[in-house]
Structure formats: structure tokens, C-alpha cells
DNA sequence: CGGACTATGTGAATTCATTCACAAGTTACT
DNA sequence: AGTAACTTGTGAATGAATTCACATAGTCCG
């Protein structure tokens, strides 16, 4: 009843974290428990269970004071917050390497995001069939992507053209997109754009190695 | 001359946007631009001046008042920071859809992690080659890593085992983890874990989406 | 039904990150 | 040499996120 003037500023690491809390609370459905309070559900993710509450409370008051939270109830309240009770249409552009593993990812499909149309320019690819997806010509990109109402686009192509992709990918109406290209993408303010930077993690680990490493030298 | 007792807190962000900072440095560097100010570095990644700056002043003054950041010396004292200046050698466990992508993916060969093992439980792939590399049972991943000095390993195994497969990770000595499996993997404390989680992303992306439409239906 | 216990929800306090604003150093030009 | 124009490096100010701490409200059990 509480909270829901679509006005308050949600953080960005609230929104990661309510990822989490629900797939710790699929999980915990599975293992059929009703209920779970704070301190367990920030137990199981290294979090405080301030945290879990603060971030809970943005959306509303779900819990029952000495009880706890209803799992089910919790997990559906955070499908509807994230948008997770409704099917997204998700398009691929680049079937390379990662675009190609990612048509075949189960994840996606678990969370309502059906990859239901891929685009490609390599004329070998073009036709065929990949996971049971046609390979379509990236030539016709922004008809197709107009035409079967695609929601969020996947950007898995060579930094190098990924800017022109994704000029076409805003002309056509789109304003999801995930890029995996390794390059800063401008899109206009109204267009939501994520990135997914794999080397970036490997980076943030050599740099904890070699700083720890010089902790430790120290150290001893 | 300033700044290298090794004490100071960095933070995450800082970290990442090291790796944002490299990234453009390489750019102007091929580019063969010699000098960049904070203010255009900040502008080519929608960032402000002010942060460039600052997160540069963690690690020492590598500028020059009035004219700017010399490109290809600040970029070499980035890879330093970022322990890029070296090769970490790094394995893969589990080469299924994702795993196999990111054996071929060029841009990690590129930052200096070279792959050099892959394991996987699967018969039918033992042995075999991928690209390049031959693929080791799993029943060996303990001496393998030990053996080969492996540096880093990355995780793309099903969720329900890869805290298994960590937990000999851990044990073969290595202490660099980025994980690709949905799951919380429990670690010691001397060992850096990552965690890639490519349906968060998508779910950050529908829920700002779904709350742009709301902001919007209620704006007109 | 009553008392001991448990856990939420939330203002206030704290910690952490970003931005401001300016002194000081350097260039470039006359 | 002198001056106008830049740009760094950094304390201080601001802003954001996290944690604290407790009043409040429910559970559970005898």
C-alpha cells in the first residue's frame, strides 16, 4: 500500500542486489522453506541485514515483524519490481563467439528473456540455422527488429561497428540494449544501455593479485 | 615520487574506471596522439574531469599543469597499476556454451591473460582440441593447475557445482577466481573472486525499463 | 492470555565517493 | 620577459550509500 509514486531514486547497486535477493529466493522455494528473515537472506550473500531491509523498504513493506519474509510472495514482488513476470523479446546482433553462446545461454531463458531473432553479416551465417534461430541479414536489422516488436537487443559484434549497430538499434525503436562490445556507445538519454565488459573483471582481479601480492611481501 | 606505500584504499569504482581509462588510452595511443587532458578523457566516457583527476592521484601526478596527461606513458603506468604488464596464466573449467566462447574471445589475449588449460567433465570432450587447446579431465584440475602455475581460473560450470570445482581451485593454490555461474561461491579470504552474472545485467535493463514506462505514463 | 523472544521498518549517524573550487605549475604567444 | 590561457593536483564541501539502533509489531509456547 505504502511507496509507489514512481518518484523515489532507486541506486544502482539496489536494483544488482534485488537480482540477488531473488534468485537466493527461487532457490529457497525449491527447498520448499516459507519464510526467511534479513539476517538469513544477507547471510547466504555476505550482506547486512540492514541492507536487505533497507533495500526491501524502496518498494514497500513485505515482511512480518518477528517472522520474517513470506519467500513466495517476496520472490513474486521482486519479479514484478525487476520485470521478470513478463516475457521480454530479446534480439542478438553478432553470432561470433560470444553472440553464439549467449543464443544458447539457459539463463536468459529462466528469466523471461526469449532470444527470438539474430542478426549477422557474414553471408555464410546468414540463412542459417543457429539453435533453432534463422540468421537473419543485418542489412534488414531495423525492419526486423520494428517488425516483430523486439524489446532489448544484444550487441555482440566488433567495437569497431558497434556504434553504427546500435544508431540503427535507437532508429528502430529500441531502448534495451546490453552491449558486449568493448567500447563507450552513445545513445540517446531515453534509451536504457548496460555493458558487459568481461576483460574488465579479469582486470580487477590482476590488480587485487599484484596488490595483494605487494601486501603480503610487506607483510612477511 | 608521491604515493606507493601500498596502504591506500581504492575503491571499486576507481578500479573499473582504470580499465575504462586504459581502454581510451590505447585508442589515442594507435591514434598516435600524444597528449590528453582530463577534461577530454572524461568526456569521451561521459565521466567528469574532477573523477579523472582524483582517481589518478591515488597512484601518483603523472600530468603535466597546463598541457595534460602524456597518452603513452599513462597508459604503460595504467597497465602497471592494473598488473597488465605481465602474462597471467589462466585456465578454463568447464567448456560448454560459454566457456568455449570465451576460449576464442581476442580480447583477453589482448590484455595479457593467455589461456592455457581447459577442463571439463564430459568425456566426449576430453581430449579433444579446442581451439587449440587440449581439453583435461576435471579429475586432474588440482595437479593441472598446480603444474602449470596457473594464475586465474575461470568458472563456467553449472551453478549446482561449481562451488565443488572452487573449493579445488582454492586448494591447488590459485587465488585469482572470476566466476561465470549464477551462485554465490564461498571462498577464503586471501582469494579474489569476481563474479560475471549476465542475466543481472538483462534485469537491470528491464527494470529500468519498466520504470521509464511508468515514468512516462504518468507524465502524459 | 501473558510474557519472552524475534524481526521488521526507518530516522539518525556514519562512512564512503564524487564534485567543487582554487592555488600552483606550465605552455604559448607577443 | 610578461601575460593570458590552460590544466593539474588536492583539500574542503557536498552528496550518496551503508550501517546503527531502537520503537514497534508480530510470533510462539506454556
Known sequence: MAADDGKRKISESTIQRLSIYYRV????????????????????????PAQ???????FGSFGTRGLGYPVTELKN???NILGLDREWKVAM??????????VGYKE?????????????????????NHKGILVSDIANLKEGLRENKIDIVII??????????????????VSGILNFAPINLKVPDHVILRNENMSMELEHISFSLVNRESITATKE
Open 52 to 58: 536487505v531491509r533497507k533495500d526491501l523498504s524502496f
Open 25 to 48: 529466493l527461487s532457490i529457497l522455494k525449491k527447498e520448499d522453506i516459507k519464510t526467511i528473515s534479513s539476517k538469513e537472506l544477507a547471510k547466504q550473500e555476505k550482506l547486512t
Open 156 to 173: 555482440a559484434v566488433p567495437a569497431t561497428v558497434a556504434q553504427y549497430i546500435v544508431d540503427d538499434i535507437v532508429e528502430a525503436g
Open 77 to 79: 514482488r521482486i519479479a
Open 108 to 128: 536468459f531463458q529462466r528469466h523471461g528473456f526469449t532470444i527470438s531473432m539474430i542478426f549477422d553479416n557474414d553471408q555464410r551465417k546468414i540463412g542459417s
Open 93 to 102: 546482433v553478432g553470432v561470433g563467439n560470444i553472440g553464439s553462446a549467449l
